[in-house]
């Protein structure tokens, strides 16, 4: 059963999902908006592929903060070369970013598969280890996290551009080093697709409600069952959707399957 004394451990990486949904959750809306769902998966596995080159080429790993930039740099490229696409094949983009994650993963197990702790990097890169996330880590993303809502509090348009490609690899970036691939997948498409088809007022903030509920389902299973924090979030997330998509069905009101605005 759940411990209190694990308080200690869960707040760290209650704060990082909180820190986590406070920029996809917005920007989880415009990928929807956009029609490039797999984008976040994409971005997500070449910042985990940057991370990979940074391990095994010693000389970069022992360069200051190189656990950051360097999946940052591949993240960055990625994205430019998807926006890039985004204007010449844009009936095929779907496709595209799919094959594009794909060579990314099997690049990854390539350059992993003579590592003796491949294996276990590949599963911490997916899977993430948000439960043993400390306040150190916490400290970077918050920062730029905040200048990121910031910026786009004051100019909102911004996401309509090729900014928003810019703006989404950086998150990507701290979001995988803090909660690894397929948590940010959920936390970017899972709150806004629970909100996609709701007309009424607050999305945004029924959107956040809908991720932070899941992240402190998930992170109580863990800590009660001693679960996979990764694999119980990604559960409760998926739940969490299911349940307000059920909501909103019955309240036809607030149910309208066109609606694409977003109210605050």
Known sequence: MFDLDLLSILFPAFVAGVLVLS?????????????????DLAIAQV???????????????ALPFSNVWMPALFAIAGAGFIAWLSKRMADELEAIIGCFYVLAAVAAMLLLSNDPHGAEMLKQLMSGQILWVSWSQ?????????????????????????GFYLIFAIVITLSVELVGV????????????????????????????VGLFGYVAGLVLSASFDLPSGAAIVATLAVSTICFRLVLFFKKKYYHPGCKTVEV
């Open 23 to 39: 920029t996809h959750v917005v920007l989880g809306q415009q990928v929807l908006k956009r029609g490039i769902i797999f984008i």
């Open 47 to 61: 910042a985990a592929l940057g991370a990979i080159v940074g391990h095994l080429n010693h000389d970069i790993e």
């Open 138 to 162: 916490l400290s970077l993303p918050g920062i730029i996290y905040a200048a990121i809502l910031l910026l786009l509090a004051v100019k909102p348009k911004i996401l309509a551009g090729r």
């Open 182 to 209: 397929y948590l940010v997948f959920s936390s970017l498409i899972l709150p806004a697709l629970a909100v996609n088809h709701y007309a009424g007022r607050f999305k945004l903030g029924w959107a956040y409600m």
